[in-house]
């Protein structure tokens, strides 16, 4: 539905995109994922049309956006940073004139306006101006601006930005109902957005993709290897050398030590389960088992450590300030 | 064909939803008054005095060359004015507002968007002389002024007002600021103005020239009731120029981003 080729685009010596290529499935929500001024919105503006690339190609809906623009224009739905409202305009009013310039057909434009407006629940401010709504509804009016001609493709530019906890889930559960019948690339820089609304992620930096992948799988390659936290009761005996003995194990590590208890990071082979030879292993030396849970690296350590220079993986830092070592 | 008018429209719609409108047709119309009232006092103290040297001076009066033509040179300064507040907004607020992004991802040619604006900016200077028309009216009520060079006079003032639409939407274009826009665009229309001052104390090379480029000059014989393909053709390519202007400014804002 959607497809880049070594997008670049620079202004004058400043290189915003180099060389970035991915593609988008029918009905996919895909993510855009980079800290501000990674690029996101300059690919998106190349996307819609807004500007043209400096080198590249990107297709969108068959149509290549730049040899064909008015053709790909239609078919895309596009939600800027900011809404594009016209403060003077009531949302009725708006709507139509966006409905008109869009191309969606006189005869049941009225009709189109009233269910696009019921579906982003908009339809209570319908003669309200623009100028007077609040933020979550001028985000509403700019979704269903965005989606008034039933484009092909929706582009959404941080559409949750600058909403309260309550209005972003509704913004997401939106995007997700939206998803069926339209491919949509939503750009964000808050991290659980992506795991929660989008299939596949493209994480960009500096104008280079660094990664790009479902947001299961990015989890786990980022991962590597498996790390679990073991908490056990050894009444003063190390357990060190008992655990580094289970076979999978890679790397014991004490990670902390209070009252007796002792914490343990222990690494495994990827893909190979150990919690019952550790368990197992902790019971016959007769030591109490207090807890045990697999340590993840969340979404968002990997986008720290992919789009921060230093590659050293960030280190744990000690529970409750204790020293590590006496 | 409907795009255009989508949105020349909506600036019209644009304009009468803010104070614009009815400040600009206001002032336009109230500064039209005064300038008709005192040239007809004017006139009719003149056609006085003639009737008190006998008949005949009183025929020589003509109104149309006396009063109307008079007072359209005069509002061709209001013109001046009022103009760059009219355009000054056209393309400086959709950019500093987003919603030109809204527009250039539409599915809308840059000519659709520019002849919008273009249409609907003329719409209000129409309505502008439309106003205008009733001390005209009045004028019939008391006296047979004719109707043609009169027509012509309008006819005038229109393609004068396009001219100046044209210029403004280009340098609205170039700026995200509304008070530069409607700053040089004034400036540029006065410098239009008075062009032939340079002509007026240079060689024969550069008055012809400067007399040619200068917007008023082609007013003049609009004024007296003529139409003279030249001043049209003169007037209509600015306006292209102008529009021609526009386009470029905005496809290269589009490539500089």
Known sequence: MIEVQHLTKRYGRVTAVEDVSFRVERGEIFGFLGPNGAGKTTTMRILTGFIPATEGKAIVAGFDVFDQPIEAKRRTGYLPETPPLYPDMSVVEYLEFVAKIKGVPAAGRRQRIQTVMERTRIDDMANRLCSKLSKGYRQRVGLAQAIVHNPDVLILDEPTAGLDPKQIIETRELIKELAGDHTIILSTHILPEVSQTCQRVVIINKGHVVALDTPDNLTARLRGSETMYLQVDTNGLDALGALEGVAGVTRVAESDRRDGLVGYEIESQHGRDVRRDLARTVVTNGWGLLEMRPMRMSLEDIFLSLTTEETATPVPAPLEGEPVHE | ?257
């Open chain 2, 1 to 257: 064909m409907s795009n255009i008018l989508a949105i020349a429209q909506k600036e019209l719609k644009s304009y009468f939803s803010s104070p614009i409108a009815y400040i600009v047709i206001g002032m336009f119309a109230l500064l039209y008054g005064y300038f008709y009232i005192a040239i007809l006092a004017y006139f009719v103290r003149q056609s006085m005095q003639m009737s008190e040297f006998g008949g005949q001076g009183a025929q020589a009066m003509d109104i149309n060359q006396q009063l109307i033509r008079p007072l359209m040179t005069n509002v061709t300064i209001l013109v001046l004015f009022v103009m760059p507040m009219v355009t000054m907004r056209t393309y400086s607020e959709e950019k500093r507002s987003g919603t030109i992004e809204l527009l250039l991802t539409s599915p809308l040619t840059d000519f659709q968007i520019i002849m919008g604006k273009f249409l609907g900016a003329l719409a209000l200077w129409v309505i502008m002389l439309l106003v205008s028309t009733i001390h005209i009216a009045i004028l019939f009520a008391y006296a047979r002024p004719a109707l043609k060079p009169l027509a012509t006079a309008y006819l005038g003032l229109l393609l004068l007002g396009g001219c100046f639409i044209s210029v403004g939407l280009f340098i609205s274009s170039l700026t995200k600021n509304q008070i530069v826009a409607g700053m040089t665009t004034f400036a540029v229309f006065l410098f239009l103005w008075v062009i032939t001052w340079i002509g007026s104390f240079s060689g024969a090379t550069v008055t012809s020239p400067v007399d040619y480029l200068s917007i008023i000059n082609h007013f003049d014989d609009f004024g007296k009731g003529v139409i003279d393909t030249t001043h049209v053709i003169y007037y209509v390519s600015f306006i292209t120029f102008g529009l021609f202007l526009t386009a470029k400014s905005v496809d290269s804002e589009r490539w500089r981003g």
